[in-house]
T-cell receptor
Framework: GQQVMQIPQYQHVQEGEDFTTYCNSSTTLSNIQWYKQRPGGHPVFLIQLVKSGEVKKQKRLTFQFGEAKKNSSLHITATQTTDVGTYFCAGPYGGATNKLIFGTGTLLAVQP | NAGVTQTPKFQVLKTGQSMTLQCAQDMNHEYMSWYRQDPGMGLRLIHYSVGAGITDQGEVPNGYNVSRSTTEDFPLRLLSAAPSQTSVYFC?????????????FGEGSWLTVV
Protein backbone atom coordinates (compact mmCIF):
# COMPACT_ATOMS: atom_id res chain seq x y z
CA GLY A 1 0.00 0.00 0.00
CA GLN A 2 0.88 3.66 -0.16
CA GLN A 3 3.59 4.66 2.29
CA VAL A 4 5.21 7.87 3.39
CA MET A 5 8.46 7.49 5.26
CA GLN A 6 10.53 10.07 7.06
CA ILE A 7 14.15 10.04 8.14
CA PRO A 8 15.58 10.37 10.64
CA GLN A 9 13.11 9.15 13.26
CA TYR A 10 14.87 11.20 15.91
CA GLN A 11 17.43 13.98 15.89
CA HIS A 12 19.14 15.62 18.82
CA VAL A 13 20.96 18.89 18.13
CA GLN A 14 22.64 21.65 20.08
CA GLU A 15 20.85 24.97 19.93
CA GLY A 16 22.17 26.90 16.94
CA GLU A 17 22.86 23.83 14.80
CA ASP A 18 20.94 23.13 11.61
CA PHE A 19 18.40 20.33 11.20
CA THR A 20 16.93 18.55 8.18
CA THR A 21 14.19 15.94 7.89
CA TYR A 22 13.44 14.04 4.69
CA CYS A 23 10.12 12.70 3.50
CA ASN A 24 9.76 9.98 0.84
CA SER A 25 6.52 8.76 -0.71
CA SER A 26 5.98 5.47 -2.51
CA THR A 27 3.69 7.29 -4.95
CA THR A 28 3.67 10.64 -6.73
CA LEU A 29 1.88 13.30 -4.70
CA SER A 30 -0.23 16.13 -6.06
CA ASN A 31 0.80 18.21 -3.07
CA ILE A 32 2.61 17.79 0.21
CA GLN A 33 2.02 19.40 3.56
CA TRP A 34 4.13 19.76 6.67
CA TYR A 35 2.87 19.77 10.25
CA LYS A 36 4.51 20.34 13.61
CA GLN A 37 3.40 18.68 16.81
CA ARG A 38 4.72 19.93 20.13
CA PRO A 39 5.06 17.32 22.92
CA GLY A 40 1.60 16.58 24.31
CA GLY A 41 -0.05 18.73 21.65
CA HIS A 42 -1.82 18.30 18.37
CA PRO A 43 -0.40 18.63 14.86
CA VAL A 44 -0.43 22.15 13.49
CA PHE A 45 -0.22 23.00 9.80
CA LEU A 46 3.01 24.67 8.67
CA ILE A 47 2.95 24.82 4.88
CA GLN A 48 1.77 23.25 1.65
CA LEU A 49 3.85 22.67 -1.50
CA VAL A 50 2.21 22.00 -4.84
CA LYS A 51 4.64 22.49 -7.71
CA SER A 52 7.47 20.22 -8.74
CA GLY A 53 10.77 21.60 -7.41
CA GLU A 54 8.99 24.21 -5.28
CA VAL A 55 10.92 25.85 -2.46
CA LYS A 56 9.25 27.90 0.27
CA LYS A 57 10.71 29.67 3.28
CA GLN A 58 9.23 30.62 6.61
CA LYS A 59 11.83 32.54 8.59
CA ARG A 60 14.41 29.87 9.54
CA LEU A 61 12.45 27.02 7.92
CA THR A 62 12.99 26.01 4.29
CA PHE A 63 10.70 23.50 2.60
CA GLN A 64 11.38 21.73 -0.70
CA PHE A 65 9.24 19.56 -2.95
CA GLY A 66 11.18 17.19 -5.18
CA GLU A 67 11.17 17.36 -8.95
CA ALA A 68 9.42 13.99 -9.19
CA LYS A 69 6.91 15.04 -6.50
CA LYS A 70 7.72 11.94 -4.45
CA ASN A 71 9.96 13.50 -1.84
CA SER A 72 10.27 16.59 0.25
CA SER A 73 12.49 18.08 2.91
CA LEU A 74 12.31 20.52 5.78
CA HIS A 75 15.46 22.35 6.81
CA ILE A 76 15.72 24.46 9.95
CA THR A 77 18.63 26.89 10.17
CA ALA A 78 20.10 27.69 13.59
CA THR A 79 17.66 25.70 15.69
CA GLN A 80 16.11 27.18 18.82
CA THR A 81 14.51 25.44 21.80
CA THR A 82 11.12 26.51 20.46
CA ASP A 83 11.68 24.21 17.46
CA VAL A 84 11.33 21.13 19.67
CA GLY A 85 8.62 18.75 18.50
CA THR A 86 7.74 16.17 15.90
CA TYR A 87 7.62 17.20 12.26
CA PHE A 88 5.30 15.31 9.93
CA CYS A 89 4.92 15.43 6.20
CA ALA A 90 1.58 14.43 4.68
CA GLY A 91 0.25 13.77 1.22
CA PRO A 92 -3.02 12.79 -0.44
CA TYR A 93 -4.05 9.21 0.24
CA GLY A 94 -5.19 6.94 -2.55
CA GLY A 95 -5.35 9.79 -5.00
CA ALA A 96 -8.11 11.54 -3.05
CA THR A 97 -6.85 15.01 -2.19
CA ASN A 98 -9.19 15.39 0.77
CA LYS A 99 -7.60 12.46 2.64
CA LEU A 100 -4.08 12.75 3.93
CA ILE A 101 -1.58 10.04 4.77
CA PHE A 102 1.05 11.12 7.22
CA GLY A 103 4.70 10.30 7.32
CA THR A 104 6.21 8.54 10.32
CA GLY A 105 7.51 11.82 11.72
CA THR A 106 10.86 13.13 12.93
CA LEU A 107 11.24 14.06 16.58
CA LEU A 108 13.58 17.00 17.07
CA ALA A 109 15.22 17.59 20.43
CA VAL A 110 17.18 20.81 20.94
CA GLN A 111 19.66 21.11 23.76
CA PRO A 112 20.21 24.68 25.05
CA ASN B 1 -14.15 30.51 17.10
CA ALA B 2 -13.59 27.12 18.78
CA GLY B 3 -12.27 25.25 15.69
CA VAL B 4 -12.34 21.48 16.23
CA THR B 5 -13.56 20.34 19.65
CA GLN B 6 -13.12 16.81 20.94
CA THR B 7 -14.53 15.18 24.05
CA PRO B 8 -13.59 13.53 26.29
CA LYS B 9 -9.94 14.47 26.63
CA PHE B 10 -9.10 11.39 28.71
CA GLN B 11 -10.93 8.09 29.04
CA VAL B 12 -10.20 4.69 30.55
CA LEU B 13 -12.25 1.75 29.29
CA LYS B 14 -12.44 -1.89 30.18
CA THR B 15 -12.03 -4.45 27.42
CA GLY B 16 -15.37 -5.05 25.71
CA GLN B 17 -16.94 -1.73 26.72
CA SER B 18 -18.28 0.62 24.11
CA MET B 19 -17.93 4.37 23.90
CA THR B 20 -18.20 7.31 21.56
CA LEU B 21 -15.60 10.00 21.02
CA GLN B 22 -17.35 13.24 20.14
CA CYS B 23 -16.07 15.72 17.58
CA ALA B 24 -17.54 19.02 16.48
CA GLN B 25 -16.25 21.80 14.23
CA ASP B 26 -17.62 25.29 13.77
CA MET B 27 -15.75 26.22 10.58
CA ASN B 28 -18.38 24.85 8.17
CA HIS B 29 -15.81 22.43 6.75
CA GLU B 30 -17.10 19.70 4.49
CA TYR B 31 -14.34 17.21 5.20
CA MET B 32 -13.82 15.58 8.59
CA SER B 33 -11.64 12.69 9.64
CA TRP B 34 -10.39 10.66 12.55
CA TYR B 35 -6.75 9.70 13.10
CA ARG B 36 -5.08 7.62 15.73
CA GLN B 37 -1.52 8.22 16.87
CA ASP B 38 0.66 5.52 18.36
CA PRO B 39 4.34 5.83 19.32
CA GLY B 40 6.56 5.38 16.28
CA MET B 41 3.56 4.95 13.96
CA GLY B 42 2.75 8.52 13.11
CA LEU B 43 -0.88 9.42 12.42
CA ARG B 44 -3.06 6.82 10.78
CA LEU B 45 -6.41 7.60 9.15
CA ILE B 46 -9.33 5.63 10.63
CA HIS B 47 -12.41 7.03 8.87
CA TYR B 48 -13.27 10.16 7.03
CA SER B 49 -16.29 12.00 5.65
CA VAL B 50 -16.67 14.29 2.66
CA GLY B 51 -19.98 15.69 3.83
CA ALA B 52 -23.13 15.00 5.80
CA GLY B 53 -24.37 11.49 5.14
CA ILE B 54 -21.15 10.32 3.46
CA THR B 55 -18.38 8.36 5.18
CA ASP B 56 -15.57 6.10 4.05
CA GLN B 57 -12.79 3.99 5.49
CA GLY B 58 -9.20 5.03 5.92
CA GLU B 59 -6.07 2.99 6.60
CA VAL B 60 -7.15 1.37 9.90
CA PRO B 61 -10.99 1.27 10.11
CA ASN B 62 -11.49 -2.08 11.88
CA GLY B 63 -13.15 -1.81 15.30
CA TYR B 64 -14.50 1.68 14.66
CA ASN B 65 -17.76 3.07 13.32
CA VAL B 66 -18.61 6.60 12.26
CA SER B 67 -21.61 8.55 11.07
CA ARG B 68 -22.10 12.10 9.81
CA SER B 69 -25.62 13.32 10.30
CA THR B 70 -24.66 17.02 10.27
CA THR B 71 -21.83 19.09 8.81
CA GLU B 72 -20.65 19.99 12.30
CA ASP B 73 -20.45 16.61 14.06
CA PHE B 74 -18.44 13.46 13.36
CA PRO B 75 -18.50 10.99 16.28
CA LEU B 76 -16.26 7.93 16.42
CA ARG B 77 -17.68 4.79 18.03
CA LEU B 78 -15.78 1.92 19.56
CA LEU B 79 -18.26 -0.95 19.75
CA SER B 80 -16.18 -3.37 21.82
CA ALA B 81 -12.96 -1.82 23.04
CA ALA B 82 -9.73 -3.80 22.87
CA PRO B 83 -6.31 -3.04 24.41
CA SER B 84 -4.97 -2.55 20.87
CA GLN B 85 -7.19 0.52 20.65
CA THR B 86 -5.26 2.27 23.38
CA SER B 87 -4.07 5.38 21.58
CA VAL B 88 -4.41 9.10 21.14
CA TYR B 89 -7.27 9.98 18.81
CA PHE B 90 -7.41 13.17 16.79
CA CYS B 91 -10.43 14.49 15.01
CA UNK B 92 -9.74 16.84 12.14
CA UNK B 93 -11.53 18.93 9.56
CA UNK B 94 -10.56 20.48 6.26
CA UNK B 95 -12.26 23.01 4.01
CA UNK B 96 -11.91 21.27 0.67
CA UNK B 97 -9.95 19.31 -1.83
CA UNK B 98 -6.82 19.94 -3.80
CA UNK B 99 -4.86 22.87 -2.43
CA UNK B 100 -7.61 23.54 0.13
CA UNK B 101 -7.04 20.23 1.95
CA UNK B 102 -5.16 21.69 4.92
CA UNK B 103 -6.15 19.82 8.05
CA UNK B 104 -7.14 21.44 11.33
CA PHE B 105 -6.81 19.11 14.29
CA GLY B 106 -8.62 18.93 17.59
CA GLU B 107 -6.59 18.71 20.77
CA GLY B 108 -6.85 14.94 21.00
CA SER B 109 -8.49 12.29 23.15
CA TRP B 110 -6.27 9.99 25.20
CA LEU B 111 -7.90 6.55 25.42
CA THR B 112 -6.65 3.66 27.54
CA VAL B 113 -8.26 0.22 27.29
CA VAL B 114 -7.45 -2.11 30.17
Amino acid sequence: GQQVMQIPQYQHVQEGEDFTTYCNSSTTLSNIQWYKQRPGGHPVFLIQLVKSGEVKKQKRLTFQFGEAKKNSSLHITATQTTDVGTYFCAGPYGGATNKLIFGTGTLLAVQP
Amino acid sequence: NAGVTQTPKFQVLKTGQSMTLQCAQDMNHEYMSWYRQDPGMGLRLIHYSVGAGITDQGEVPNGYNVSRSTTEDFPLRLLSAAPSQTSVYFCASSPGQGTRNTIYFGEGSWLTVV
